[in-house]
Structure formats: C-alpha cells, structure tokens
C-alpha cells in the first residue's frame, strides 16, 4: 500500500477509531495517542493491508486491543516514533475541553453499569453508527447475540435515565 | 412523525429492534419535537449525538505524514547502518577463523613433525637394540654347539 493509498483508505477512519478509544479511556489525549499508535502500526504493516478482507473492521480490533492495553498499563507513556519529537498542537479551546470533559463523563456513567459485552455493543452501535451485522463482524459475534445485548444495554440504560427522572441522581 | 410513530418508534429502539434507518428518524425527529420525551431522554440522545461528533486534532494527519516521512528516512540510514555493521561483523569473523586456522595448522605441524621425529629415533634405537641382540644370540648358538659338541667326546 502506498502513502497515497494509506491516506486515502485509512485516514478517513481516523475520527472512528478516535471516538471508539475515547469511549473505552475516557481521555482525550490518550485515545488521540491510542490512534497514533494504530495508525502507525498499520503503516509498518502496509505491505499487507491489501490482504485483508474489511480493514475497518480490522482496525477496530486493533484499537480496542490497544486500547485496552493502555488501560492496563500503569504507565501512561506512549511509544514515540523513534527519537522523533512527536505532538499535537493544544486544544486552543478551554471551554470546549470542559464541554467535552462533562460529555465523556455522561458517557462513562451511562457505561460503566454494563457488561462488557453490552459496552462494546452500545459503543459501537451507538457512537460509531455501525449496523448489527458489522457487529457481528467486528465482534465475532453471531446475529442473536448482538441483538440480545444491544436490548439489554439499551434496557439498562432505560432504566438508568428512569432513575434520574425518579429520584434526581446521577447514580 | 406523528406522536404515535415516534413512540412506537422509541419503543422500538429501547426494545433493541430498530435499524439504523429507523434510529437516524428518531433522532432526527427529536431536534424538532422534544415534549414526549423526558429530559434525561433528550439529554441521553443529545450527548449521543454530541459524543459522536468529537473530533480529534485536525493537525493529526499532517504530523502523522510528516513523522513517517522522517521515520523513512531514518529506516532507510538504520538500514545502512546494520547492513554494513553485518558486513563488518562477517569480515572480522572471516579473518578470525583464517588466523585461527593458520595458527591452528602450524601448531599441528609442529606437533606432526615432533612424533615423526620421536619415531625416528625410537626406530633406530629399536634397529640398533635388535643388531645387537641378533649379535648375542649368534653367539649364544655357537657356545651351545661347543658344549654339544664337548658332551658327545666326554660321553665317546
């Protein structure tokens, strides 16, 4: 695959793969790094990306692999490129990043109840808009399983914002 | 949408049963009419919504692109360097086992030409040994016979 080929069909999956670690780390700066490190890990195996058969599948894999790495590490390093000064520009917008802060917290409280099966079904579905039968592909799950434990998650999550209007509370 | 087809329809989803057709319907009618819904509703789909729409640093690309360029770059010099380190590890292990063998063939040489000489000399010892017992055992033969021949006049 070449440089042109890698920006033309894996870049555009760039804000997917963003969100989907954002919403298995909760933190910004480590999901933009979580991205880096796939992205690079698909650059240095580019020769073999044209083998396979749904590579945005693939790369959803990857991420939450990583993803998840990261998260059991107790380091919050991230592998740099070599000895290559390696950042991105600061978010320029305080308010925003406190926006977004309160934003991925909803969003961790709304998880964080869930199976982790349920987890990855709801982020999937429901942040990055996949249909059930990319689940099914992403997930190596079959059809029922996918369908039961979106209806659950999505009960849990009915039953949460019930609460709410019940008694006022968070949790 | 009706009010009764938005809530057959957010029945439906909360149920697990809607495609994604019929999700992107909901949520859009939702912006425009918000009274059936509670507020914790409105508010689960609108941070839904906001959440899918967070974006990471627009500049990722161009950084992305430009540090595996100097990535290459910098593959490409590695790539020399331990290529030549090789050549010069194989040499340096070439002319180590050619001076070892040399050294090696000279010692056992030495050694071939020592045996060759222990034997020599252990040869012409053993000749001279065996001259000078065939001497002895000449002269051994001719004192049997005289006494032989001694006993047959003393028994005549």
Known sequence: ?171 | MDFKNKSSLLQKYWNGETNLEEEGRLKKSLSNQKEELSESELQYFEQVKQFSKLEMSPAFEQQFLSAIDKKEGATIRQLFFRHASTIAASLLLIIASMVGFSTWSAHQQAEELAAREAFETAKHSLLLMSSKLNKGTSATYKLSKFTSTQQKIKTN
């Not at chain 1, 993803?67 to 308010?95: C, G, H, T, W």
């Not at chain 1, 059809?143 to 019930?162: D, G, P, W």
């Open chain 1, 1 to 171: 695959m070449t440089k042109e080929q890698f920006t033309s069909v894996i870049f555009p999956l760039q804000q997917k793969l963003y969100r989907y670690a954002l919403s298995i780390v909760y933190d910004t700066a480590l999901a933009e790094d979580i991205v880096q490190e796939v992205f690079l890990k698909l650059w240095n195996k580019r020769e073999g990306l044209a083998a396979i058969q749904n590579i945005e599948a693939w790369c959803i894999r990857l991420t939450r692999n990583a993803a998840y790495d990261k998260l059991k590490a107790s380091s919050r390093k991230v592998e740099q490129l070599d000895s290559i000064a390696y950042s991105f520009v600061a978010n320029s917008f305080p308010d925003r990043e406190a926006e977004n802060a309160d934003l991925i917290q909803s969003i961790k409280d709304l998880l964080q109840d869930l199976p982790e099966k349920q987890q990855e079904i709801f982020r999937l579905r429901e942040l990055l808009g996949y249909s059930n039968a990319e689940i099914e592909e992403i997930l190596a799950l079959d059809r029922n399983q996918v369908k039961v434990n979106l209806f659950r998650a999505r009960q849990k999550i009915k039953s949460k914002l019930l609460q709410l209007i019940n008694y006022g509370l968070q949790k």
